[in-house]
């Protein structure tokens, strides 16, 4: 049974910067994507940030030059250090890993509050 444990969300007020980390615990195969995604009530879940395992990175426009995602392919572990938070980026924050098969694994999420 694959986990993946999410940590480091919380209430910051705008401005401020959070780390989140996530690991999977249990059995999963070589790691293809990493990602974090989020969702704000009302709205869809979209894609903030993802990390192939050749290191590539993908940005939402919404958090380039916020944002950064690193990860450990070799520990199945993903990192977003967040930077500069916005009012906006108020959502609930979901950690994804697709292995070599692509299977996805989802965390259960992180709630981020930015508010002043």
């Known amino acids: 049974q694959v986990q993946l444990v999410e940590s480091g969300g919380g209430l910051v007020q705008p401005g401020g910067s959070l780390r989140l980390s996530c690991a999977a615990s249990?059995?999963?195969?070589?790691?293809?994507?990493m990602g974090w995604y989020r969702q704000a009530p009302g709205k869809e879940r979209e894609l903030v940030a993802a990390i192939g395992r050749l290191g590539s990175t993908n940005y939402a426009d919404s958090v380039k030059g916020r944002f950064t995602i690193a990860g450990d392919i070799a520990k199945n572990t993903v990192y977003l250090q967040m930077d500069s938070l916005k009012p906006e980026d108020t959502a609930v924050y979901y950690c994804?890993?697709?292995?070599?098969?692509?299977?996805?694994?989802w965390g259960q999420g992180t709630q981020v509050t930015v508010s002043s």
């Open positions: 249990g059995s999963i195969f070589t790691s293809r994507y």
């Open positions: 994804k890993i697709t292995d070599i098969y692509f299977h996805d694994y």
